[in-house]
Nanobody, 122 residues
Framework: QVQLVESGGGLVQAGGSLRLSCAASRRTFSGYAMGWFRQAPGKEREFVAA????????SYADSAKGRFTISRDNAKNTVYLQMNSLNPEDTAVYYC???????????????WGQGTQVTVSS
């Protein structure tokens, strides 16, 4: 099973930026599509973005399009989420996940790491 560790969260003012990182512990990282999800207080966890193992295919939730960019560095076994123009509605715990493809990522039902907290103040 792929072990994932998220980092990079924090407190930022509205309009600011953050870059989240997710490090994998297994060499097979490069064989998986990677994704980011988030869960706000009192809400269900939701899909944010996904990227294929080659990096050639990406997918974003409507709320992330134009503001967030997902990328990966297979040499470092790490996936990133660059978040710009943040607003208070982006406040949530952000989690990463590994799955077979970008297409299956939105219905991911596997295990989760500890996540990283992102708080956007108004």
């Amino acid at each position: 099973q792929v072990q994932l560790v998220e980092s990079g969260g924090g407190l930022v003012q509205a309009g600011g930026s953050l870059r989240l990182s997710c490090a994998a512990s297994r060499r097979t990282f490069s064989g998986y599509a990677m994704g980011w999800f988030r869960q706000a207080p009192g809400k269900e966890r939701e899909f944010v973005a996904a990227i294929s193992w080659s990096g050639g295919t990406t997918s974003y939730a409507d709320s992330a399009k134009g503001r967030f960019t997902i990328s990966r560095d297979n040499a470092k076994n790490t996936v990133y989420l660059q978040m710009n123009s943040l607003n208070p509605e982006d406040t949530a715990v952000y989690y990463c996940a590994a799955d077979l493809s970008v297409a299956t990522m939105r219905s991911y039902q596997g295990s989760w790491g500890q996540g990283t907290q992102v708080t956007v103040s108004s």
